[in-house]
């Protein structure tokens, strides 16, 4: 984990403030996964509402997206780095990153070609398509080259054509991988047959 840190956004009016970017904290878990609920099944219980974000898997995968035990170990986990935007005290965003070298490391050797996976991506909806979402990718990849990896890679569901859209408009590749839907987690449950994720990849800038 890095240190806290400020990172400002200028999306509009609504923010008075600069919004606080820090490492989630054990004390943030219930609010991450109301968040992560609300923003990838529709609503705070994994119960599909009229509340929907752009990365909502309504219709594609039923049930809660992810639960505090699970989140807290996640965030635990020495290859981790999970991170929070919080508006005053409300948690409104969140991303992790992965990182995929053979070591835990907080810090990769310069010349260990590494890749990092960025993931748990959630703006909640209030927030969205006001460039947040954007500027946590960035910033996430920016991070990432720090920490020299070289390549980010992410997985999207493959029904998600305007969110692969998304990915590739920043630069992001799709590649011939594909996994089948993780039925093994405690991530859902999937209504399509077949239900798969592909493999996106970008190369990052060296720091």
């Known amino acids: 984990m ?6 400002t956004v200028m999306p ?3 923010f008075l403030h600069p919004l606080l970017l820090q490492p989630s904290a054990d004390a943030d878990v219930p609010a991450l996964c109301a ?11 994994g119960t599909e509402t009229q509340l929907q974000g752009w990365t909502s898997e309504v219709g ?3 049930g809660q997206r992810i639960q505090p035990d699970d989140l807290l ?7 981790v780095n999970f991170f929070c935007i919080k508006n005053n005290a409300d948690i409104i965003a969140c991303f992790s990153l992965i990182l995929k070298n053979e070591s835990t490391a907080a810090s990769i050797p310069a010349d260990n070609q590494s890749r ?3 993931g748990s991506f959630a703006v909640h ?12 990718l960035s910033w996430g990849e920016t991070f990432a080259s720090d920490l ?36 093994q987690l405690a991530v859902g449950t999937p209504l399509q047959d077949a239900l798969s994720l592909v493999l996106m990849e970008k190369t990052l800038p060296a720091s």
């Open 73 to 79: 170990a996640f965030i635990h986990r020495a290859d």
């Open 35 to 45: 968040l992560m609920n609300l923003c990838y099944r529709g609503s705070e219980d």
């Open 116 to 118: 990092c996976e960025f």
């Open 148 to 183: 020299n990896c070289t390549t980010m890679q992410m997985q999207v569901l493959a029904p998600r054509e305007d969110l692969i859209a998304y990915y590739q408009r920043r630069g992001y590749q799709l590649t011939p991988s594909r996994a089948p839907f993780p039925k």
């Open 125 to 136: 909806p209030h927030y969205q398509a006001q460039g947040l979402g954007k500027q946590l």
């Open 2 to 7: 890095n240190d806290t840190m400020n990172y």
């Open 60 to 62: 594609l995968v039923a």
């Open 12 to 14: 509009d009016s609504s």
